[in-house]
């Protein structure tokens, strides 16, 4: 076996098992705390590169190149379709972070996080659940790159309108939200990173394509550095707060995923179509969602948090509810195929 097929199995496997790997990694950074932080601290060829903005925008030029620019005609082929996942995304989402934070009355750093991790746009991991649901993946792949187009004007207001409001349904001190920083901030570890993927799948398409099957390991490398590097920062005060905000995190997440498959159902998508809209609104880039908290909120540790808890959450459930609606797709295929059967006969 060549070094690359060693690599490809590796990756392969990683990929398959990576929320057991997040949640080793999360239980670890808090039941363990400074030792990751210490680790990255003592390897001089990592300080000065391991950044959480760093890291993801490596992941985020990885999925640049699972993208093509044939996946926006998703746009203009099924208009309606995709509007209903834009709107989910950018309209649910966020109120629902807000509505959670007044319900559970959190203290306004989580409070933030959770805002801010409801506004961001789909990941690839929801490109991967769709597949694994057996959902259109095509409409998935569409979504989450709308969405990231989107994200640099949306995220920003849709934090801007949802902090704002929090603040003053608490009574507490004004959140400062620099509008103008996310934006930018956005460009730099979003847009910028996935174009250049897109314009690398796009000319060098044989050297992406080998590339893809590590992406991966890649991956889920970057996300749990990520991950732990935030528990592990976060320390006690993460410990006052940790049970309630996995509550809330979990919560929001299946809110995602029920206002998705009722929505799409309401309108009449297939089961295939229902399926990508559930799963891509239900699933936030995360990742994102850290990376801005650190980079426009420094002095708050904690809203770093919510997205660092999702990052991990969300594979669990994700893969969860995609064997469900697989096998909702596998039951109802073969109901359709005994029918045709018995039209036949």
Same mark, same amino acid.
């Given at each position: 076996?060549?070094?690359?097929?060693?690599?490809?199995?590796?990756?392969?496997?990683?990929?398959?098992?990576?929320?057991?790997?997040?949640?080793?990694?999360?239980?670890?950074?808090?039941?363990?705390?400074?030792?990751?932080?210490?680790?990255?601290?003592?390897?001089?060829?990592?300080?000065?590169?391991?950044?959480?903005?760093?890291?993801?925008?490596?992941?985020?030029?990885?999925?640049?190149?699972?993208?093509?620019?044939?996946?926006?005609?998703?746009?203009?082929?099924?208009?309606?379709?995709?509007?209903?996942?834009?709107?989910?995304?950018?309209?649910?989402?966020? !109120? %629902?972070? #807000? /509505?959670?934070? &007044?319900?559970?009355? $959190?203290?306004?750093? =989580?409070?933030?996080?959770? +805002?801010?991790?409801?506004?961001?746009?789909?990941?690839?991991?929801?490109?991967?659940?769709?597949?694994?649901?057996?959902?259109?993946?095509?409409?998935?792949?569409?979504?989450?790159?709308?969405?990231?187009? !989107? %994200?640099? #004007? /949306?995220?920003? &207001?849709?934090?801007? $309108?949802?902090?704002? =409001?929090?603040?003053?349904? +608490?009574?507490?001190?004004?959140?400062?939200?620099?509008?103008?920083?996310?934006?930018?901030?956005?460009?730099?570890?979003?847009?910028?990173?996935?174009?250049?993927?897109?314009?690398?799948?796009?000319?060098?398409?044989?050297?992406?394509?080998?590339?893809?099957?590590?992406?991966?390991?890649?991956?889920?490398?970057?996300?749990?550095?990520?991950?732990?590097?935030?528990?592990?920062?976060?320390?006690?005060?993460?410990?006052?707060?940790?049970?309630?905000?996995?509550?809330?995190?979990?919560?929001?997440?299946?809110?995602?995923?029920?206002?998705?498959?009722?929505?799409?159902?309401?309108?009449?998508?297939?089961?295939?179509?229902?399926?990508?809209?559930?799963?891509?609104?239900?699933?936030?880039?995360?990742?994102?969602?850290?990376?801005?908290?650190?980079?426009?909120?420094?002095?708050?540790?904690?809203?770093?948090?919510?997205?660092?808890?999702?990052?991990?959450?969300?594979?669990?459930?994700?893969?969860?509810?995609?064997?469900?609606?697989?096998?909702?797709?596998?039951?109802?295929?073969?109901?359709?195929?005994?029918?045709?059967?018995?039209?036949?006969?």
């Amino acid at each position: 076996m060549s070094f690359f097929s060693k690599v490809k199995a590796v990756s392969d496997h990683v990929g398959r098992y990576m929320a057991l790997y997040a949640v080793l990694v999360t239980l670890t950074a808090f039941f363990a705390r400074g030792t990751f932080t210490s680790w990255i601290n003592n390897q001089e060829f990592l300080r000065g590169y391991f950044s959480v903005t760093n890291l993801l925008m490596v992941i985020m030029c990885g999925m640049g190149m699972t993208l093509r620019f044939q996946d926006f005609r998703q746009v203009f082929l099924k208009p309606r379709d995709m509007l209903v996942g834009e709107i989910l995304q950018f309209l649910v989402m966020p !109120l %629902a972070g #807000f /509505l959670l934070c &007044l319900a559970f009355r $959190l203290p306004p750093e =989580l409070a933030l996080g959770v +805002i801010l991790t409801g506004s961001c746009p789909g990941g690839t991991a929801s490109n991967v659940m769709t597949y694994m649901a057996k959902g259109d993946v095509a409409l998935s792949v569409g979504m989450t790159a709308v969405s990231t187009v !989107l %994200a640099p #004007f /949306l995220t920003p &207001l849709m934090v801007m $309108l949802y902090a704002g =409001l929090y603040s003053d349904s +608490i009574g507490g001190a004004d959140i400062v939200i620099d509008g103008t920083g996310m934006f930018v901030g956005i460009l730099k570890i979003v847009l910028i990173p996935v174009f250049l993927g897109m314009l690398l799948n796009h000319f060098l398409r044989s050297v992406t394509a080998k590339l893809a099957k590590v992406l991966p390991l890649i991956s889920c490398i970057g996300i749990c550095c990520i991950i732990g590097f935030v528990i592990d920062s976060a320390g006690d005060r993460l410990l006052a707060n940790g049970l309630l905000i996995i509550l809330v995190v979990i919560l929001h997440n299946l809110i995602g995923y029920l206002a998705g498959f009722g929505a799409s159902h309401l309108l009449g998508l297939s089961p295939e179509r229902r399926n990508a809209v559930s799963i891509e609104v239900g699933m936030q880039n995360s990742g994102l969602a850290t990376a801005l908290a650190g980079m426009c909120f420094p002095g708050m540790l904690l809203a770093q948090v919510p997205g660092a808890i999702f990052s991990a959450w969300h594979n669990i459930s994700g893969a969860v509810l995609a064997g469900i609606l697989a096998r909702r797709a596998s039951e109802g295929k073969g109901d359709r195929n005994e029918n045709s059967g018995h039209l036949k006969n």
